[in-house]
């Protein structure tokens, strides 16, 4: 430390100075906490370990009840009758198209309704007008079974890939829309001072403050978001399965009720699960943990 | 007695850091417009360091606020040098950010080029005795520490006019010390014009050039102090403790005014 300490009445004795900084330093170092590192192990116990015990778990119950034998085989297939149906489609080489099909749809139809959602979210949030006008609808949208928009789809845009994005997007926008007003309301009121403060308004205040605050809540609307998009596509390919379609994960279900393949239908409800499961576990979690790990709101 | 009565007639022609005059602020009630603030005027010149003084819910941060330009008085005028910079009683910083990053953010919405941004917040953290924050997240310092963050990202504007509401009031006794010596340096190094807003009346004496009382319900100004006691000052000063205990007793004189009824 320098000797710039000039106050207005002259300069201070170093000493004191001196003293002055190895105070800040003691009390600094005295009120600073440490985070702990998560090990490997500590991650394998507490995270891998228990859903896999569970998975373990409902493996034998569904095996104890084939050999208990208290229905038809016919009805409640066997778990190895379900791994054939798999490793069937895996040589018959469908397997990955399949899944690919489905998931490639509905991550580009999620991406589609983030570029719509997000804008929307914002001007319903910060303009009263569009509040006022479209901020009830948004919220009755979310609770709208997107089951409903299939009909009118189909008949507005055939039986082609435009009518599965457009039943994705009306099922996915307006929980992404909600979750950013959502996110955008609980903002601090601070947050927004201080960044009027700062000089961020206008559209350096959203990019800068505004956004960024509201990420928690935006998140959540995203994830609830690709939630619904994957919920509406699967219903778009079981309703609207036609040889001009490509054969996703909904359609294979469907291929399973008009060949009474319960097997197949145990196999399609598993894959659409995983799916649902993989992004939100390698997508959504990771970008949450990351966010609440830096906010300092979670170890 | 290191003290004078003022008056509160600043007539000059001189540039002033804040001018306010004649502000009024009242608020939508239940029973109508409530008035908050009555008829204040006061100037703050270059350089100065004024703090204003009242009890809780006097509306020194109605005050401020209308200083900050974040809101506008129902009569009266405010102008200031610049727009101010603008420190709260919480820290405000970003918790998305880092410490470094809080700086950097304030440098950018004032325009300085990316490339200057990261030795400007370094110098910035160095003034506040932060030089290994630069990278730390929000919550891993301490509150002192982010107080001086908020300072020294408060600092990055390059504003002549600092503006503090209650800065250190949720600190410790012996961090807020420690911070009063280094806000009177900073202020000291820097010229910059401070406008302090506290209800402890120590705090208020220890920092300030000039202290000014407002009254509670409406808020006025009621009566100023210049402190003449010679910097640096330590809060335990006995010249410091003199002065407190006059001001004290104006304090209590308007606080008992609302006892009454
Ligand atoms: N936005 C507002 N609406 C209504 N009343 C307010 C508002 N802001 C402050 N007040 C009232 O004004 C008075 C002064 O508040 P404030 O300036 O925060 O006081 P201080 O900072 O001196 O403690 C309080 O009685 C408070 O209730
Ligand atoms: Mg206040």
């Known amino acids: ?299 | 007695m290191a003290t004078a009565l003022i008056n509160a007639e600043h007539t000059t022609a001189l540039a002033r850091a804040v001018r306010i005059e004649h502000v009024s602020k009242s608020f939508p009630g239940p029973a109508g417009p409530q008035s908050v603030l009555d008829d204040i005027s006061l100037d703050v010149a270059p350089g100065e360091f004024v703090t204003i003084l009242g009890a809780s819910g006097c509306g020194k941060s109605t005050l401020l606020n209308l200083v900050a330009g974040l809101d506008t008085p129902t009569a009266g005028a405010v102008t200031t040098e610049g727009r101010p910079a603008l420190m709260f009683q919480e820290h405000a910083l970003f918790p998305w950010l880092t410490a470094g990053k809080n700086i950097e953010l304030a440098l950018r919405l004032r325009g300085v080029a990316k490339n200057d941004r990261r030795p400007e917040a370094e110098r910035l953290l160095e003034l506040v005795r932060l030089g290994g924050a630069y990278g730390k997240r929000v919550h891993e310092l301490s509150g002192g520490m982010r107080q001086r963050v908020a300072l020294a990202r408060a600092l990055a504007q390059d504003s002549r006019l600092l503006l503090m509401d209650e800065p250190f009031a949720a600190l410790d006794a012996i961090t807020r010390d420690v911070l009063h010596g280094e806000l009177t340096r900073i202020w000291a190094e820097t010229g910059l014009s401070v406008l302090f807003v506290t209800h402890n009346v120590r705090e208020a004496v220890r920092l300030a050039e000039r202290v000014v009382l407002l009254s509670s319900r409406p808020g006025r100004v009621a009566k100023e102090w210049t402190v003449d006691i010679p910097q640096p000052r330590r809060i335990e000063d006995a010249d410091v403790a003199e002065l407190s205990v006059e001001i004290t007793e104006h304090l209590r004189g308007e606080i008992r005014r609302h006892g009454w009824h």
């Open chain 1, 1 to 299: 430390m320098a000797g710039t300490d000039l106050g207005p009445a002259g300069t201070r004795p170093s000493r004191e100075l001196r003293a002055a900084s190895n105070e800040l330093a003691g009390l600094d170092a005295l009120d600073t906490h440490q985070g702990a590192r998560t090990s490997l192990r500590r991650v394998l116990s507490g995270k891998v370990l228990p859903p896999a015990v569970a998975v373990a778990l409902v493996l034998t119950v569904w095996q104890a009840l084939t050999w208990a034998r208290i229905t038809d085989d016919y009805m409640l297939p066997p778990p190895s009758a379900v791994w054939h149906s798999l490793s069937d489609l895996w040589f018959r080489g469908t397997l990955l198209d399949v899944v690919w099909t489905s998931v490639w749809r509905g991550l580009s139809g999620f991406l589609l309704a983030l570029a719509i959602g997000t804008p929307l979210g914002l001007l319903v949030a910060r303009v009263k007008f569009v509040r006022a006008a479209i901020g009830p609808i948004l919220q009755g949208l979310q609770s709208l079974p997107s089951v409903a928009w299939v009909p009118p789809a189909v008949l507005w845009l055939g039986l082609d890939d435009s009518m599965m994005y457009a039943v994705i997007l009306l099922g996915a926008t307006p929980s992404i829309a909600g979750g950013l007003v959502s996110g955008i309301d609980q903002i601090p009121p601070l947050f927004l001072r201080a960044g009027r403060s700062l000089g961020a308004t206008g559209l350096r205040g959203a990019r800068h403050v505004v956004m960024p605050a509201a990420l928690p809540g935006y998140l959540a609307g995203l994830k609830q978001g690709w939630a619904f998009s994957w919920r509406s596509l699967m219903a778009a390919e079981i309703i609207a399965s036609s040889p001009d379609l490509g054969l996703g994960l909904g359609q294979l279900l469907e291929s399973g009720r008009e060949t009474s393949d319960m097997a197949r239908i145990f196999l399609a409800i598993v894959l659409i699960l995983l799916v649902g499961v993989v992004v939100d576990l390698l997508v959504f979690g990771p970008l949450e943990r990351r966010m609440l790990r830096r906010r300092g709101l979670r170890p």
